[in-house]
């Protein structure tokens, strides 16, 4: 079993900033692709950004600039540093990671349990 948790929503005003993270555990070997989907009411889930085990990333057009990805792949954690925060990044915040949890059976993708972003105008 592999569990992914988010941390670090919250409320804040237009402009601001806020640091989201997520922790894998369970029976872990590695991790290959980790990012940040977000899903706003009444659509559908996009992804935010990603990086892979290797450190590149991919951003979503709409947050180029704003936001940044990281993570530590020794504490299997990644990382989402969000700024200058809009009303239009409103949404539930989804973890995703590609998981192996061994060389003998293929990657799991799993999900995190949503964080709520919600930005005031």
């Known amino acids: 079993q592999v569990h992914l948790v988010e941390s670090g929503g919250g409320l804040v005003q237009a402009g601001g900033s806020l640091r989201l993270s997520c922790a894998a555990s369970?029976?872990?070997?590695?991790?290959?692709?980790m990012g940040w989907y977000r899903q706003a009411p009444g659509k559908q889930r996009d992804l935010v950004a990603r990086?892979?085990?290797?450190?590149?990333?991919d951003y979503a057009d709409s947050v180029k600039g704003r936001f940044a990805i990281s993570r530590d792949n020794a504490k299997n954690t990644v990382s989402l540093q969000m700024n200058s925060l809009k009303p239009e990044d409103t949404a539930v915040y989804y973890c995703?990671?590609?998981?192996?949890?061994?060389?003998?059976?293929?990657?799991?993708?799993?999900w995190g349990q949503g964080t709520q972003v919600t930005v005031s105008s």
């Open positions: 995703n990671a590609d998981i192996i949890t061994s060389i003998l059976l293929p990657p799991k993708n799993g």
């Open positions: 369970g029976s872990i070997f590695t991790i290959n692709t």
């Open positions: 990086i892979t085990r290797g450190g590149s990333t």
